[in-house]
């Protein structure tokens, strides 16, 4: 039988690097978003539709009838989600059931991926493994903590197989310059480009981070994806934070120019996890996952992508 796969969220950040990891590896790539974006490859047959939509959603997975559904689809920012807590809970939550309840109505059962997230988790000094408490401090942590217990529900429910991840914060080109690594390489870019002094606004350098490139991540969501184990929750980050000064530093040695640092209080958060760091033992021993990319990798091909 032929794989299809049903991407909700298919324009974000991950879509179109999640679309040619399964492409690779024979999949039929079917793709939905409120938007198109230029990103999107050409394989992907996309139809435009909103998640919040019962019945799009509904009609959509019983048209394709997909073998694999995931879903992308989020408000994905912390910060941004003190802003609109409203709206966070109805994309990360409704949105979610949205494609619980059509998938489970489908004659086939699909295999369906949630995405979580490290925001889940409750702060820790040491590295974060799927047996850490839950207990999020911000609207984005707890809306994908709410998103999570439904998957279990349905699971126990329906008998049918959903896998879900924990990925901690990932980067690549393409993602939106409010995330703090394209901000920083696009400021420090735009200030060599202008062959001038600069300075660069910032929020908070003290927060450690574990950073992975996002190939890296898709390539554990194929990986856990094709594995029999749904009842698995699995952590995906690097194993190594770094804290944001020393991101900073090394993104500003790229750039020939002399360039000051500005304190943003707009980029403070209400409240700031100090350390987060992933233990990636369980994906690492159980399905022989590791990232192939370092953060510096990473930050170097998105400097020089904002250089052009």
């Known amino acids: 039988m032929k794989k299809r796969l049903l991407v909700f969220g298919i324009s974000g950040f991950v879509g179109p690097y999640l679309a040619k990891e399964f492409y690779k590896y024979g999949y039929e790539i079917y793709g939905t978003d409120i938007n198109f974006s230029k990103f999107v490859p050409f394989f992907v047959e996309f139809v435009k539709g909103d998640l919040l939509d019962e019945k799009f959603v509904s009609e959509l997975i019983n048209q394709i009838k997909p073998t694999h559904i995931i879903n992308l689809a989020a408000i994905s920012s912390v910060g941004h989600s003190w802003n609109i807590p409203q709206k966070t809970i109805e994309v990360n939550v409704i949105g979610a059931i949205n494609i619980l309840e059509a998938a489970h109505q489908l004659d086939i059962h699909p295999k369906v991926m949630f995405i979580g997230s490290s925001e889940e988790y409750e702060i820790s000094d040491s590295p974060i493994n799927e047996e850490t408490k839950l207990n999020a401090n911000n609207p984005y942590g707890i809306s994908k903590i709410t998103q999570e217990q439904f998957v279990k529900i349905y699971q126990e429910k329906y008998n049918f197989q959903i896998y879900y991840v924990r990925p901690f914060n990932h980067t690549g080109i393409g993602q939106n310059s409010n995330f703090v690594i394209p901000s920083f390489c696009k400021q420090v870019a735009d ?45 995906v980050g690097s194993g190594k934070s770094y804290s944001l000064k020393d991101i900073l530093n090394y993104i500003i040695s790229l750039s020939t120019q002399e360039i000051k640092i500005q304190i943003d209080e707009n980029k403070y958060r209400p409240i700031d996890t100090p350390v987060i760091c992933c233990d990636n033992c369980k994906i690492s021993e159980e399905l022989g996952w590791n990232p192939k990319y370092t953060i510096f990798e990473t930050i170097d091909e998105m400097f020089e992508y904002y250089m052009k």
């Open 191 to 235: 200030i060599e480009k202008s062959k001038q002094p600069g300075t660069i606004y910032i929020g908070n350098l003290e927060a450690k981070r574990d950073f992975t490139d996002v190939r890296d991540i898709v390539t554990a969501y194929r990986m856990i994806f094709e594995s029999n184990d749904y009842s698995s929750v699995y952590n």
